[in-house]
Nanobody, 118 residues
Framework: QVQVAESGGGLVQPGGSLRLSCAAS????????MAWYRQAPGKQRELVAR???????DYADSVKGRFTISRDNAKNMVYLQMNSLKPEDTAVYYCYVVAYDTRWRDHWGQGTQVTVSS
């Protein structure tokens, strides 16, 4: 059974940095797409960044140039380095992984809170 767990959220001042980590345990094969989504209060969940098994990446326009997604296939982990954080980045951040246990399927983590405030 695949389990997805995020870590690294917290409170940071505007302009600061945070690094989120996500571990996908139990996948028989290297996960395909790995991504970060976020959901702010009263808003829909949105894609922040994703990285494919070959290493190509995709970012939301709102985070381009500030956030960097990366992955470690040997550890089945994905990271999100967030720099120049803004109050509007405040949200619960969710890790999303396409992984294989009995078949390829979507898996979500429980989420980690990121709050950007002075």
């Amino acid at each position: 059974q695949v389990q997805v767990a995020e870590s690294g959220g917290g409170l940071v001042q505007p302009g600061g940095s945070l690094r989120l980590s996500c571990a996908a345990s139990g996948s028989i094969f290297t996960p395909r797409t790995m991504a970060w989504y976020r959901q702010a209060p009263g808003k829909q969940r949105e894609l922040v960044a994703r990285i494919f098994s070959g290493g190509s990446t995709d970012y939301a326009d709102s985070v381009k140039g500030r956030f960097t997604i990366s992955r470690d296939n040997a550890k089945n982990m994905v990271y999100l380095q967030m720099n120049s954080l803004k109050p509007e980045d405040t949200a619960v951040y969710y890790c999303y992984v396409v992984a294989y246990d009995t078949r390829w399927r979507d898996h979500w983590g429980q989420g980690t809170q990121v709050t950007v405030s002075s």
